[in-house]
């Protein structure tokens, strides 16, 4: 099968089927076959030699999703480099540090990003005559690696410090792959969409998923509620991928729902935080015919966690399911003991190499035989299957008591009025830290205030209740569309 991640295409399969639709200008989408997206690649590819880079150097890319730099991306692998995707929304000062970080020898951006890159570091368009100049037509033989070689590099989240470099291996994320297209006999009849941006894990690997699968790809420049529901509509999604807060915004669009045939779809997945009944509930509505489903992976752990369980029925919600063949997990307490709530430790064939630069910071989080410390909560029910509760670093003490946002969102998301929910704290002189709420009804929904603190009370320890709860239309979103909780605290300590 497959060696290097950056070489996915199926010769045997029909190379002339549609690969890509990028929908960069939406109303006029470009189309690339399977056989265009390998040829472009190997161009890609050797026009990265020809320019003197070599197998371990690092290629760094930044701008919105398009096909050329998923092309790149690829072709960065298939040549032995290590592809090093960017967050284009974070500061210069955070984006010369990543650059510097891990050493690129290259950047590949889009005109508008340009100028993020340094004086000094070599800089390639990704259109017009800078992209044309890189191409170099022609046939590659793809790079042979030695085992456990990087493939790529992608950043976390700086927000508690500086970024870390997490290192992936072909191997690791190849296993993902092959887990997934594994699954069945044939997907080439789904048509997948994603429009989280390519520098986060859950994009890229639905896009590597629809390469290795022999699907095809929409791909939005960025996330747009209006445009997100057009393309399903217009152009044959069958697969949704998105996170719930994506979901959560498509669904308050209901006159163009109601505008398309959301029949076809036959899957929707709602993958790097958790999601409620009533979202789950929401989306199945809006898409009769699809499986709705929610996933749970971390860049440092791997895509593929939990699934279905051989004669045992998911059972639905928040529910992630059983660990997958491969997959080993543990559930440890603050003293180092195992039970059936506690930080998820896992061990898979996809676990980082480390963090780049960081040795102590690895050490932190990834044992000497090879489990990585998630940060997450899980609670195992007496079935086996497994629940997401919160993040270790979300948690805040008031009064003495620990809060995990999580367990409150959870409470507050059973009123039938509530699609989603945030909590964050704010300080508070008598106990420390004390809980906020934010609140999105569903639509046409009316909830007061003191109606949701009354639920929590009633439902939860009193400790819990959200002292203060406002109501939006909609939870803002981070970089990566999760909802960003940094600025929701910045609002609740006004």
């Known amino acids: 099968m497959w060696t290097n991640l950056g070489k996915l295409t199926d010769h045997a399969k029909n190379l002339d089927m549609v690969a890509l639709i990028d929908c960069l200008d939406f109303h006029h989408p470009r189309s690339y076959s399977h056989g265009q997206m390998d040829a472009l690649s190997d161009a890609c590819a050797r026009g990265l030699v020809r320019r003197g880079l070599k197998p371990g150097d690092t290629v760094a890319l930044i701008g919105v999703n398009r096909a050329e730099y998923l092309i790149a991306y690829f072709a960065i692998m298939r040549a032995g480099m290590i592809a090093v995707p960017i ?30 890159v340094p004086e000094g570091l070599p800089c390639v368009a990704m259109e017009g005559e800078g992209w044309g100049s890189l191409l170099d037509y022609g046939p590659f033989e793809t790079v042979t690696l030695p085992p456990n070689s990087c493939a790529m590099i992608l950043y976390t989240s700086g927000s508690t410090g500086i970024p870390k470099g997490v290192q992936l291996s072909h191997e690791g994320q190849l296993w993902v792959l092959k ?6 006999a044939s997907f080439e009849d789904e048509r997948l969409i994603v429009a989280a941006p390519l520098f986060h894990m859950n994009a890229l690997i639905s896009a590597k998923f629809a390469m290795a699968a ?22 044959g999604v069958t697969w949704v991928t998105s996170v719930p807060t994506m979901m959560a915004m498509v669904l308050r669009e209901s006159d163009a729902l109601a505008a398309i045939d959301t029949s076809k779809v036959r899957y929707v997945r709602m993958g790097s935080a958790p999601a409620t009944h009533q979202l789950y509930d929401a989306v199945h509505a809006a898409f009769p015919n699809a499986f709705v489903g929610g996933a749970y992976g971390t860049t440092e752990g791997g895509a593929m966690v939990f699934g279905p369980k051989a004669g045992k029925t998911m059972p639905g919600g928040d529910a992630l ?43 932190q989080v990834l044992t000497e035989d090879g489990w990585y410390k998630s940060g997450d909560v899980f609670r195992r029910d007496a079935d086996g299957c497994y629940y997401f509760v919160g993040r270790v670093d979300d948690m805040f003490t008031c009064g003495g008591e620990n809060i995990y946002p999580g367990e409150v969102e959870k409470v507050i998301e059973r009123l039938p009025e509530v699609m989603q929910a945030c909590v964050v704290p704010v300080a508070d002189e008598i106990k420390g830290q004390k809980p906020i709420a934010f609140v999105v009804l569903k639509a046409g929904a009316n909830l007061s205030e003191q109606a949701v603190k009354d639920y929590v009370l009633i439902h ?27 600025a929701l605290s910045k609002i609740a300590a006004v």
């Not at 284009?88 to 993020?116: G, Q, S």
């Not at 887990?179 to 069945?184: E, F, I, L, T």
């Open 87 to 116: 967050n284009y929304k974070l500061p210069a000062e955070t984006i010369n540090f990543v650059l510097k970080d891990c050493a690129a020898k290259l950047a590949i951006t889009d005109i508008e990003r340009m100028n993020l």
């Open 179 to 184: 887990k997934r297209v594994s699954a069945r």
């Open 214 to 235: 022999h699907a095809s790809l929409v791909l939005l420049p960025q996330f747009n509620a209006i445009n997100f529901i057009a393309a399903i509509g217009e152009l």
């Open 321 to 363: 399911g059983w660990p997958l063949p491969d997959v080993e997990l543990r559930l440890v307490t603050a003293d180092g003991t195992e039970a059936a709530e506690g930080e998820l430790w896992m061990r898979t064939p996809a676990n980082m190499l480390g963090y780049l630069n960081m040795p102590e910071k690895t050490r």
């Open 460 to 486: 939860a320890p009193a400790y819990q209740h959200p002292r203060r709860v406002y109501f939006r239309d909609a939870l803002p979103l981070a970089a990566t569309n999760k909802i960003d909780r940094a």
